[in-house]
């Protein structure tokens, strides 16, 4: 607490409150407005702007004081293991809330910080991007069942935006749900290239369709339930020679998607339901498009053509221009989410986090998602993995294996990183965020191209 107290009285307020003086830890917070630099040029010691500094003292006392969050003994082995601070799980008390600003609905901001009872404040390193405190909710507010705005954690936008999006892009989102991150890349993309969601979970890519049309983002998306370490579907944007046009072969084609089912796709259900597991994992191998927007490519086209298979050398000319793979992992750097099991109980804390075998299956599964992610990737393209996990052997440890085995994989710069709240990882070029670091949930970042090999 002295270091604190020292950091406190330098940047001139002696007498602030506890939880004033843990802001100051996070000395990135998103009132700081960190210095430009260059490549490899290392961060000189921070200051907050003038401007902010009442603003970071207004948060801060409307937060209780921090307090530790009672985490289990076997959880605390678990962070010491991993050479993590439990103090992290604390931060999350004066961490804010972050939402983006649908483009295009910035005058409509002072009509939403009426409702909310609640001055949005600019994130200045985040383009769309505010933060509130984090005890105000957004849910039943009219901008959000609007699509005016929707939740969004910042270091999660920080991983799309490393993408590098441009127009006419066809990008894979490779694990898409639950949906937030898929409605920035289509933000970011407008109306030109197109956005392929794949997930696993049929329910939770079922929500994610909710939101496209919720926020009217789907016009150029399709969404597929599939496994993403063996989906292969190339963007619609290809149509090879050898294929014969739906027209010539006179083949059924998709025609504009419609929430109303046919009663021949109903009875498809109904005998999947039926069937039990063993349908579903054959589902899973035979990816099932349950949306696609008028100008995804979709409409027009035959099955066999949206279903149409490449080699692997096709791909390197054929493949998606950005790939994002967002694993699944252990979500031990989500505070919140570690907080709910308090709720929960530590026994599902347990199985969920803390088994061995449960961590070994995630590590298998973040490699082959890695891995299938960049097969699909064009030469030249870019792919960010990303996890929400701070431990070592689902970031780092992923990464080394996985370039380890792919000669053609080069680790890239984040050039937008240069201003961002964040650390460097224990690889060069890659990053974190956390808590203490960054005011924002943990998650790793790796930013991987394709050579021509």
């Known amino acids: 607490m002295a270091g604190l107290t020292n950091l406190a009285l330098v940047l001139g307020e002696p007498n602030c409150t506890t939880s004033s003086r843990f802001l100051f830890r996070s000395v990135y917070h998103p009132a700081y407005r960190p210095p430009r630099r260059r490549t490899g040029e290392k961060v000189q010691n921070p200051t907050y702007h003038p401007v902010c500094f009442n603003l970071l003292c207004s948060m801060a006392e409307q937060v209780e004081d921090v ?22 799980y604390a931060a999350s008390h004066s961490t804010p809330r972050y939402i983006r600003l649908k483009p295009g609905c910035e005058r409509h901001l002072m009509e939403i910080e009426a409702e909310i009872k609640c001055k949005l404040k600019e994130v200045s390193w985040l383009p769309y991007f505010y933060y509130l405190s984090p005890d105000v909710g957004i849910a039943r507010t ?28 066809h990008v894979l989102d490779l694990c898409t749900a639950p ?13 030109s290239g197109t956005v392929t969601g794949v997930d696993v979970s049929r329910h939770r890519l079922a929500a994610c369709r909710t939101m496209l049309q919720k926020y009217t983002l789907g016009d150029c998306c399709r969404l597929f339930v599939a496994d993403g370490t063996t989906f292969s579907l190339i963007p619609v944007r290809v149509c090879l020679n050898s294929k014969s046009s739906a027209a010539e072969e006179q083949l059924e084609v998709y025609k504009e998607w419609t929430p109303r089912r046919s009663w021949k796709e109903r009875k498809r259900a109904a005998k999947t339901r039926e069937n039990g597991a063993s349908q579903f994992f054959s589902q899973i191998q035979d990816p099932e498009l349950i949306f696609y927007g008028h100008h995804s490519g979709v409409v027009g086209l035959s099955k066999c053509e949206v279903y149409q298979s490449v080699n692997d050398h096709e791909l390197l000319q054929l493949g998606y221009d950005k790939v994002l793979v967002d694993a699944e992992c252990t979500h031990d750097g989500s505070i919140r989410h570690i907080q709910k099991f308090e709720q929960w109980g530590w026994t599902t804390l347990q199985r969920r986090v803390l088994d061995a075998e449960r961590t070994d299956f995630l590590t298998v599964l973040q490699l082959k998602l890695l891995a299938n992610g960049f097969r699909l990737l064009k030469v030249g393209g870019s792919l960010v993995y990303s996890t929400c996990s701070l431990t070592l052997s689902q970031n780092e440890d992923v990464v080394e294996q996985f370039l380890s085995q792919n000669a053609s994989a080069e680790l890239l710069e984040i050039d937008a990183a240069q201003n961002w709240p964040c650390k460097s990882a224990r690889i060069p070029k890659t990053l974190r965020f956390d808590p203490m670091t960054s ?15």
């Open 179 to 191: 949906g937030a991150k898929l409605c920035m890349i289509l933000d970011l993309l407008g109306c």
């Open 439 to 453: 005011s924002t949930s943990g998650l790793f970042i790796a930013k991987f191209t394709k050579l021509a090999v």
């Open 67 to 88: 307090s530790t969050l009672p985490l289990p003994d076997a959880f605390l082995d678990f962070l010491r293991r991993n050479g993590l601070d439990p103090s992290i």
């Open 142 to 169: 009219k901008a959000y069942q609007e699509g005016k705005i929707y939740g969004i954690d910042a270091a999660s936008g920080a991983a799309v935006l490393s993408l590098g999006i441009s127009p006419g892009d």
